[in-house]
């Protein structure tokens, strides 16, 4: 979003400028004027009242971009004048003119004056102020406003003093005007770097107005809430008016606490500071008028220690636009409402509840508990707070996109209540949703959550096309073929074994390649990981023709990070960008590439509603064609054995065996105690071992746990175990579990 800010300041008078600068520095003199004899004696001329007079009459005037060359050369012609009151002028004109060029900067041409015009502008302000030429208080001043311009500029080094600066621009002079108007531009410039390429490219260019020495957001984040001083315009924390307002914005609303937000906060109050309208300084005030527009803070809640996704490689999908819906989801609940906004006068305030800090919060047992509306879908407590926060918001004045909600997901939430959040979110209406990016302030994740929508289904995916499916597990990540024929597709056949990626086992269904399977170490899914699903997804693309949509589903035991973070890597960090998914705006709205070219390699699906595949008669190998075998007759059956018992059981071994998976039986249970947090109890498993070691049956003999989830999660878990073979008959185990939070 461009903001076309300077377009209309300070109208010039080419022609005013152009006269002004023949009678000052001009070869003929004027025609009242009689020449001088060749003989006389030189006599010193003060500069006659009406140039001086001309040059506070321009001063008052516009300044287009295009009139600024003439400024500069009016400043010329008046420094070249012995008076006191010419050479002010000359400075005053030159630091205008400075500011004028450095706000120009922005507008994405050619500015009338260069950089090196620029620095050479204030470079001749600085040698008059340090030369003694312009005196007084005005002096001081002028010294003041030039040495804040050459940091504006980027001209040598050194800063300058925090609080002379801070002084001048609430007072009400062109100096004072000068540096307004530059501070503005960079502002509004450092909020457009922040739309195209993220909250590090506002930092960097307008952070060190807030926090001295703040280069990289992590110095930001750290400094800028500071009240010792540490802030470039906020030398006098106590003191400076924005700062006090800074710190009670802090104090009323933790939202606003979080450094990226509060360095915000500092910046709109900073260029707001002053600002009494007079003729000098009426062009600039319609400047910062705009500027004081309100911005939506990058953060939408404090997120420490909810970094889910990870900075990773370079974010490459961005947002045009932030959503000013926030859902939050952590295991204290679920929050809907609106992001904070600011203004150079502190948080802008909200209609009663609509603050994400003021919303009701819906438990995860609620969640748990509440069903799905049989016609709409609708989720009690998403559904209606969503629409009720539509409502509100309907009227006011707001920026930030208000289609789109945000969900801010903490580390630790059950993904099938994520995706129940996501469900009741979509039954409200057509919304997108997005995800919050932890390690990029204020950024999001376009992506899709359970569907992909049926319009972009039908322009992405021909008829003939099939998507790839990817199941995140606990300790494995699948990547499975298609499922349908693909037109130009090559089945991938025992002759292709030899030529799949290492490191990937095979699954196979007699003669084709069903399954490739990541293996994830207890360190969790890191770079290597990553790294060989990508060439898992590649072998089917390539070789079957797999389609450029990926659904990622969460399998047994799956965290919400792991299938985000999944996710995002296979939509933007791993596969080359597709030709197919160039128009980036069309297929997720909003959304733009950063950098050249282009930015996305896949469609992902995130927590999709695809079905989980069958593995049952997958084989590590491909089966060979053999010739069909002669058909014996039936064997009698052989008679019954004893019946199981516990006297046939191998009592060490089963031990041993439930010991080692005691971490997936505590992992049933405190899956569950994330939404019960008084879970506690007893149960009790029967299971029967059959005479090869595997499990024959098994089901809950007794649980007086108030959750029949756990029982049947254990149930899964024991079903796959095996054991040693029973001695005499088959084995009968009744096995308790104590559970409790401690």
Partial sequence: MRIDMFRHYMLACVAAALMVTTACGGKTPPADVAAAPADAAAVEVAAPPSRVDEAKAFMSRALEPAALKEAIALADALAGEPSAEAKLMAARIRLVSAARGLAAARDGGQPALGPDEIAQAI???????????????????????AEALKKLAGVGDGAPDAAKVRALIAETNPEAA??????????LKAREEAEAQGFAAFVKTFGPWVCAGCTEPTDAVAKAPAKDGAGLMCAS????????????????????????????????????????????LAAALGELGRAREPVVLPVPVALE??????????????????????????????????????????????????????????????LAAAEPDAESGAI??????????????????LPGERGPVLMVIAPGVASEIVAKVADGIRASGPVALRVMRPGTPGEALPIFMRTLPEELETA??????????????????????????????????PDAAAGLPAGLEQGWRKDKLARLRVRVSESGIGEAELAALVQGVKAFAEGMKAGRV??????????????????????????????????????????????????????????????VPSARGLSDKPGDKKEPKEVKPAEPKPEPGPAPSAEFCNQADIRAQMNKQAGNFRFCYERELQLEKDLAGRLVMNF?????????????????????????????????MQFKAPDGGECVVQWPFKFSAN
């Fill in 380 to 397: 009690a407590g998403v559904s209606d707070r969503l629409a009720s926060v539509v409502a509100g918001i309907a009227e006011l004045e």
């Fill in 460 to 493: 992405l995916v021909p008829a003939w096309q099939e998507p790839t499916r990817v199941v995140v597990q606990e300790g494995a990540l699948d990547v499975w073929a298609p499922e349908g024929e693909n037109e130009g597709a090559v089945t991938l056949g």
């Fill in 237 to 280: 924390a106590e003191d400076a008016s924005y700062c006090k307002t800074l710190m009670a914005a802090s104090a009323e609303d933790p939202i606003a606490a979080s450094p990226e937000n509060a360095l915000v906060i500092a910046a709109m109050a900073t260029i707001a500071a002053g600002g009494a309208e007079d003729a000098t």
């Fill in 688 to 720: 029967v071992i059959g005479l090869s070691g595997n499990v024959k049956s098994v089901r809950v003999a007794s649980s007086d746990l108030k959750n029949a989830k756990v029982g049947e999660c254990i149930k899964k878990a024991i079903g796959k």
């Fill in 550 to 611: 990926v659904h990622v589903i969460a399998g047994e035991g799956a965290r919400v990070e792991d299938v985000l973070k999944v996710a995002r890597h296979l939509q933007e960090g791993g596969l080359e960008a597709a030709p197919e998914l160039t128009r980036v705006g069309e297929i997720w709205p909003g959304a733009r590439c950063r950098g050249e070219g282009g930015c996305a390699g896949a469609v992902a699906v995130a927590l999709s509603q695809a079905a």
């Fill in 123 to 145: 470079t001749k302000v600085i040698d008059a102020t340090e030369k003694g030429q312009i005196a007084g208080e005005e002096g001081v001043r002028i010294a003041v406003a």
């Fill in 178 to 187: 000068a540096v307004r108007l530059a501070l503005t531009g960079r502002f």
């Fill in 305 to 366: 220690g909810e970094a889910i996704l990870g900075a990773g490689d370079a974010v490459r999908l961005v947002e045009a636009a932030p959503a000013l819906i926030v859902a939050h989801v952590a295991p204290g609940g679920v929050r809907i409402g609106v992001r904070r906004v600011t203004g150079p006068d502190g948080l802008v305030k909200l209609g009663a509840g609509l603050a994400l800090a003021d919303a009701p919060v819906v438990t995860l047992e609620a």
